[in-house]
């Protein structure tokens, strides 16, 4: 069974800089695919960073662009998130998302929010 863990959202301010990390259960190297997601208030899950291992590149949200920055650490089985120029519209729970084998898995959510 793969667990995935997030860590480090909070509250910050418009402007300011987050990084999320994901703490795998297992290998990082196994996963097809590793990424984040976001889920805002009445609003759908959305995309905001995906690498595909094996060269397959890395994904992002047009609204994250330039922003963010997803990176992993095979040796600790962890991936980030590096959040900076945050908005209040990336206030969110953000997920770290993984596919091994043609099955998906998804951390708990950790909470962001930007807010003056």
């Known amino acids: 069974q793969v667990q995935l863990v997030e860590s480090g959202g909070g509250l910050v301010q418009p402007g300011e800089s987050l990084r999320l990390s994901c703490a795998a259960s297992t290998s990082i190297s196994r996963f097809y695919s590793m990424g984040w997601y976001r889920q805002a208030p009445g609003k759908q899950r959305e995309l905001v960073a995906l690498?595909?291992?094996?060269?397959?590149?890395?994904n992002y949200a047009d609204s994250v662009k330039g922003r963010f920055t997803i990176s992993r650490d095979n040796a600790k089985n962890m991936v980030y998130l590096q959040m900076s120029s945050l908005k209040p519209e990336d206030s969110a729970v953000y997920f770290c998302?993984?596919?091994?084998?043609?099955?998906?898995?998804w951390g708990q959510g950790t909470q962001v929010t930007v807010s003056s």
């Open positions: 690498t595909v291992s094996s060269g397959g590149g890395t």
């Open positions: 998302y993984a596919v091994l084998r043609g099955n998906p898995y």
